[in-house]
């Protein structure tokens, strides 16, 4: 079947590839050298990587394609967290119900919200996602804290029933797996100074975001995708070409919500332990930077913006004075101290100062986010390499 | 029988009487113009007709159905389509993605959840919307987007793209403003040819007077708010009413 376009196709690939080796190809540097602390490559913050990845790809439905710019999308994530225990505590320790929960309850919420948020568009549609956020977080704080556990957050315990696995009441608590293979299983390949790290609950996380991204793929070429772009492009002549823009938003609004469903089920998955704070502003903020940034509207940024501010929060924050004096100790005294004191304020506790300036950068300089970055280097090669296929004529043999 | 019939139409924004008992008979199958000067309510008449404004009393009927209080995808889905006098197109898609969008309206009607199938598989509107492009000799633009063209193009697209949906009733408001003259010749071809082919039943607002006697079988003048005058092109030309309206008249 010719389902996708070429560029398609390798676009597909080249995250299969890069999902599939990332143990590797985040993990460039030996262990031990001075490069070693910017290596990504372990379990944690590859998880991190793929659940994010996921949450990006499904607000890129809704954000990329309509333009409906939600500010509340971590609301879903935290519904999706807190669904996924509540399975852990009542059923089993499996991840496929506690998943399957997550986006249902997600998709519900979604419906809901999506509702009465769609009634208005633009700013308002905006401020109403966030209202409804901030309600959810502040609720699970409070009134809702028989279900969320409150400040405190949702934890497995050993009294919980899980009427599957038989709770005992005894011993270790249990950890998530699917059917036997443990989350947190990780093997790890010495090959010379490296190790690079391979996590079952990474791979789990990692073929749900290929799964995701090809589904995401699927909506973006279908006829139902043209329509959503329609609606961000002109919701005026929709109306007037006999289609109505209040279902498509909708169901938009629904998949992208079952998206941040299912990045919530992996994270309690790979942790089984959900808090309020994973509904936080700040939190839906940061599924919009991630997006912004990597290329809203694209296949792939979403994804590559996830990557990078992950990156970003895990890498850069580590990198503290010590460190830093560590490498700059080549240098006299007086310009050493001064060095590390001007970048004392991007790295470390700083990191969000350096984020944030990226941001502007890309915000301004490239309004198309990284894709447009990466796009227009394509752009580069492909003239050159077009010049040269255009002037053979004129160029004399070499030989 | 008029495929649109609208009687005593009265429409007010706050002490303004933009519309006063206005009735109007379309026949099918004929390009009907609505003329007068600025001000004298045509476009908001349009709007009317097609689920924009509803007006305070009167009726509006379209193939014996009641248009008032309909939403206006209803009343696309029903078979009246409107061509803006700004062209309202899809300015970030191509100009073949488009008339795909009408294509697929008329298909699927007003919604259809179909996420999983493929534009590139749905060999049947692909071959109807290129045949449109080339109906309306804009073929060679196919993957130009829609923003970067000139004027006189989007009008044309915006055309293709309302005829795509075959409809019963077609609106034009002022289909050649701004255009140059030989764009102007090009749309009054392109019109007749379309009402020639298909039958269209058109509704055409037009400032343009040599456009309005090219293609008008039958003209309402409109002046503030009322029908002054509706009767052949040929009777229209110097009836004294119709000099009283453009010029002043003796006040």
Redesign the interface.
């Known amino acids: 079947?010719?389902?996708?376009?070429k560029a398609d196709k390798n676009t597909l690939l080249f995250v299969i590839i890069i999902t599939m080796l990332a143990p590797f190809i985040l993990n460039p540097f030996p262990e031990g050298s001075a490069m070693a602390q910017f290596n990504a490559g372990y379990p944690d913050l590859m998880q991190r990587f793929a659940i994010f990845g996921i949450l990006a790809v499904g607000f890129n439905i809704l954000f990329g394609l309509t333009g409906y710019l939600s500010f509340g999308h971590a609301a879903f994530l935290g519904v999706g967290s807190y669904s996924a225990v509540w399975m852990f505590k009542l059923l089993s320790m499996n991840i496929i119900p506690a998943l399957i929960l997550s986006v249902i309850i997600a998709g519900v919420f979604a419906l809901v919200i999506g509702f009465i948020s769609l009634r208005r568009s633009g700013i308002y549609f905006s401020i109403l996602t966030l209202a409804f956020a901030q309600m959810s977080f502040s609720l699970a704080y409070s009134v809702l804290t028989p279900i969320t556990n409150g400040e405190t957050g949702l934890q497995i315990t050993l009294n919980d029933p899980r009427i599957l696995d038989g709770g005992t009441g005894a011993g270790n608590l249990p950890v998530t797996g699917l059917f036997g293979m443990e989350m947190r299983n990780t093997f790890t390949l010495d090959v010379g100074a490296w190790a690079f790290q391979f996590n079952v609950g990474y791979y789990v996380c990692a073929i749900f975001l290929i799964l995701a991204f090809y589904l995401s793929m699927?909506?973006f070429?279908?006829?139902?995708?043209?329509?959503l772009?329609?609606i961000?492009?002109?919701q005026?002549?929709?109306?007037?070409?006999?289609?109505?823009s209040r279902?498509?938003t909708l169901?938009a609004f629904v998949?992208s919500g079952m998206y941040a469903g299912l990045a919530g089920g992996l994270m309690a998955s790979m942790d089984p332990l959900a808090g309020a704070e994973r509904m936080q502003w700040t939190a839906s903020g940061e599924i919009v930077l991630m997006t912004i940034l990597g290329g809203a509207g694209t296949l792939l940024g979403p994804v590559l913006g996830a990557g990078f501010i992950k990156y970003f929060e895990n890498i850069f924050s580590k990198i503290n004075d010590n460190v830093l004096h560590t490498w700059f100790s080549f240098m006299p005294d007086g310009l050493e101290n001064a060095i590390v004191w001007v970048l004392h304020f991007f790295v470390g506790k700083g990191w969000h100062l350096t984020l944030g300036m990226l941001f502007m950068l890309v915000v301004i300089f490239l309004p198309g986010g990284l894709m447009e970055g990466a796009d227009r280097i394509r752009a580069r090669f492909g003239r050159n390499k077009g010049d040269g296929d255009d002037t053979p004529n004129a160029t004399t043999p070499a030989e | 029988m008029g495929i649109l019939e609208v009687q005593n139409v009265n429409k007010s924004f706050g002490g303004l009487k933009a519309l006063q008992n206005v009735n109007l008979n379309i026949e099918e199958g004929t390009i009907h113009a609505i003329i007068g000067p600025n001000g004298a309510g045509k476009s908001t008449l349009l709007n009317c007709f097609v689920g924009k404004l509803v007006p305070d009393t009167g009726t509006v009927m379209f193939n014996g159905q009641s248009l008032l209080g309909i939403k206006p995808h209803e009343i696309n889905q029903a078979g009246v389509s409107r061509v803006f006098q700004t062209p309202e197109i899809f300015t970030d898609l191509s100009v073949f993605e488009n008339v795909l969008i009408p294509c697929f309206a008329k298909r699927d009607g007003s919604f259809k959840m179909n996420a999983l199938n493929r534009v590139r598989n749905e060999v049947d509107i692909q071959e109807k919307a290129e045949q449109m492009l080339i109906d309306v000799n804009m073929i060679d633009k196919r993957d130009m987007i829609a923003s970067s063209m000139s004027r006189g193009d989007k009008r044309r697209l915006e055309m293709a793209m309302c005829l795509a949906q075959d409809p019963k009733l077609l609106l034009l408001d002022e289909p050649t403003a701004g255009m140059a003259r030989a764009d102007t010749n090009n749309t009054i071809d392109l019109l007749s040819e379309i009402q020639d082919r298909r039958h269209i039943t058109m509704a055409v607002i037009e400032h343009d007077m040599h456009v309005v006697f090219s293609l008008a079988q039958k003209i309402s003048v409109l002046a503030q708010g009322t029908v002054i005058v509706e009767d052949l092109p040929e009777n229209i030309k110097g009836h004294p009413k119709v000099q009283e309206a453009y010029l002043g008249g003796a006040h």
């Open positions: 079947m010719n389902t996708f376009s699927r909506i070429r279908s006829p139902f995708g043209l329509m772009r329609a961000k492009t002109n005026t002549r929709l109306n007037y070409t006999g289609l109505n279902p498509y169901a998949i």
